[in-house]
């Protein structure tokens, strides 16, 4: 409770320190997104303008990257990352604002193939190996990743299956590797895969929450969004009723 009583209470004050900036007139906040959030990202940006007048800058990508980049000065004000990880560093090393930092959604992962009929409903092809390769997100920097290699471990899978392995930079290309063949399943993000709610093309296995450790994905208000009144707003946004349904028919709890 502690831990999302504190981002609301501080966001609280900063939405009023920024009274005065909203008055002047619409804001624009710089957003760094984690891959595996474009899909939702974009519907919740597009509905956010429509809503506040506030206009958004969004780029996609690997947080560990956005990482690099932040450290390094870049000026996004938000930051919606893939994992916990990567905005408590942010906040310890004094990069993002304190007290910002909360789970705007948890993520769900899925094996799936372009090709209809090849994934069963109880994920089974991975025992078959009824494929040559399959595709994940580099464990060692990708959430989604990371979660994959505890599925085929609690299954028992990981070591025959690992010459098959397909990695990719991020959650974004792992999809690409699979949807183009290359790969013909892999592990991705359920929101990559879902839209309106059903999985909208080729065939998957939802893999359940109990075999991977939650997938909780964190936003912070960076240092220089701080007095953004955009910035804050969003912040404020992404806990609404509005985005947390996009969140959902994209399989994301939220």
């Avoid at 609280?12 to 320190?17: Q, R, S």
């Avoid at 992962?109 to 991975?126: K, T, Y």
């Amino acid at each position: 409770m502690l831990r999302l009583l504190q981002p609301f209470r501080r966001l609280a004050c900063l939405v009023l320190g920024a009274t005065l900036a909203q008055a002047a007139g619409a804001a624009t906040v710089s957003v760094a997104v984690a891959a595996n959030f474009m899909a939702p990202m974009q519907k919740i940006a597009a509905a956010f303008e429509a809503d506040t007048g506030h206009q958004t800058t969004l780029s996609f990508g690997a947080s560990g990257k956005f990482y690099a980049q932040i450290t390094h000065g870049a000026p996004f004000h938000v930051l919606l990352s893939a994992d916990e990880a990567t905005p408590a560093r942010l906040e310890r090393e004094g990069k993002a604002v304190a007290d910002t930092r909360f789970t705007y959604a948890t993520g769900a992962l899925v094996l799936w193939s372009a090709q209809p009929g090849l994934v069963d409903e109880q994920g089974a092809v991975l025992r078959t190996g009824n494929f040559r390769h399959i595709a994940l997100a580099n464990p060692k920097v990708a959430p989604y990743g990371a979660a994959a290699v505890q599925v085929m471990d609690k299954m028992g899978l990981a070591a025959n299956l690992q010459p098959r392995w397909v990695l990719g930079e991020n959650i974004a290309q792992t999809f690409q590797f699979v949807a183009s063949g290359n790969a013909q399943l892999g592990f991705v993000a359920l929101s990559q895969v879902m839209a309106d709610g059903r999985i909208a093309q080729g065939s998957a296995w939802p893999v359940p929450a109990s075999l991977h450790a939650p997938i909780r994905q964190d936003a912070a208000l960076l240092l220089p969004g701080r007095g953004n009144a955009a910035a804050v707003a969003l912040l404020q946004y992404l806990r609404g009723d509005k985005a947390r349904s996009i969140m959902r028919a994209h399989g994301y709890g939220a």
